[in-house]
């Protein structure tokens, strides 16, 4: 079997495409999905091109038992004129990989799976909605499916990529999340995965994403796990904060998730002249400048809302509001900015835009 050919079998029984009103996030899937096999010896192997369908799996599939996988997350968006349009995906790519090493999976051809990706979603391209906000969310994933149970890297694995249409994350227009500052469980220590996209790290967030919503809020802001006092991250959003006239973000640390949202936010900033600091903030020095009126707006960064404007932090029950719980003006600047770069309605000064 050729390593890099991607054989293609299309379906003879295309499904029924929702409207966009009902599409939300991740509920429905494309009629195509790509699969590549790995056995030890032989490497990665068989790229082909499927109908979309369940996968069977030994129940002693590795997978199941010690959470050895890792995935990604980007989106493809359509434009008027027709071109569709990937965000960077290289960095993408580059990131499973290093997710890959850390969870001892084996290193994935990143040029092999920028094709498989372009033509998966060339064969789904009606699948990708075209009202403002809406796109395609492109999810690709590995899995260890050696069927023993002895705790080793498997030496057989899957790697696939699934599309799903997804609506606009908000719809009516951007609007502020309020944040629970989470101080009892802890997402991710230095040392440990949390700079790699794997499962493991949200079934641990779970919980405290469960207490939060009990209590109002939409998401938690983690603290790092040694000291219990350095921000690290917002649900699974990086997060940025305007204190007086700086932008300052917490820096890679080992525990927190490279986004790419992160870096060409960062990138958007200093090509805007703005002052960005990435460092260690601590959550004293972050309610000191809310108390001396410094700390202006707050927003998190990821692949599904972009931009998610902060507009009230619970820190043991003292009830920070930033800028009077309303979209802040950089936040909106960068939203409207990047949310445009990606559907091809604003020159790209970065070359971030892959056109298909
Ligand atoms: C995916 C993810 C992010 C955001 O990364 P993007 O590349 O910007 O989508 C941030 N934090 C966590 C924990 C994540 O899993």
Redesign the pocket.
């Known amino acids: 079997m050729a390593l890099n050919k991607i054989a293609v079998e299309l379906t003879t029984a295309p499904k029924s495409k929702p409207d966009n009103g009902q599409l939300s996030f991740g509920k429905y899937f494309t009629d195509h999905m790509f699969i590549l096999d790995y056995d030890a010896g032989k490497g990665w192997h068989d790229p082909r091109i499927v109908p979309y369908q369940p996968i069977p799996l030994d129940p002693a599939a590795k997978v199941f038992h010690y959470g050895q996988t890792v995935f990604e997350?980007?989106k493809a968006y359509k434009t008027p004129e027709g071109p569709v349009l990937l965000f960077r995906p290289y960095?993408?790519l580059q990131?499973l990989n290093r997710s890959n090493a850390r969870l001892s999976i084996p290193h994935i051809d990143e040029g092999l799976v920028i094709e498989a990706l372009k033509q998966l979603i060339q064969i789904d391209k009606d699948w990708i909605p075209d009202e403002q906000g809406t796109s395609l969310y492109i999810r690709p994933f590995v899995i260890a499916t050696q069927a023993t149970l002895g705790v080793q890297p498997s030496e057989q694995y899957m790697f696939m990529i699934i599309l799903s249409p997804v609506g606009s994350y908000y719809a009516e227009g951007i609007n502020p999340v309020n944040i629970y500052v989470e101080s009892e469980y802890v997402?991710a220590v230095t040392g440990g995965v949390?700079n790699a996209?794997t499962g493991g790290?949200?079934a641990a967030g779970l919980k405290a994403q469960q207490e939060a919503t009990e209590k109002g809020y939409s998401q938690v802001l983690w603290l790092d796990g040694i000291h219990r006092k350095y921000i690290e991250?917002v649900?699974?959003?990086?997060v940025f904060f305007k204190v007086g006239d700086k932008v300052i973000t917490p820096a890679l640390n080992g525990s927190?998730?490279?986004?790419?949202?992160?870096?060409?936010v960062i990138r958007l900033l200093k090509h805007w002249k703005v002052d960005v600091e990435e460092r260690t903030i601590s959550i004293d020095e972050l309610v000191d400048a809310y108390r001396n009126g410094q700390l202006q707006e707050a927003f998190g960064?990821?692949?599904?809302a972009v931009i998610s404007p902060i507009g009230e932090l619970n820190w043991q029950g003292d009830k920070l509001t930033l800028n009077g719980g309303k979209t802040g003006e950089l936040s909106a600047r960068v939203y409207d900015f990047m949310t445009g770069l990606q559907r091809g309605l604003i020159e790209d000064p970065f070359g971030w835009i892959e056109k298909l």
């Open positions: 997350g980007m960095k993408n990131r997402r949390g996209k790290n949200y991250e649900g699974s959003m990086n927190i998730l490279e986004g790419v949202t992160r870096d060409s960064t990821g692949t599904a």
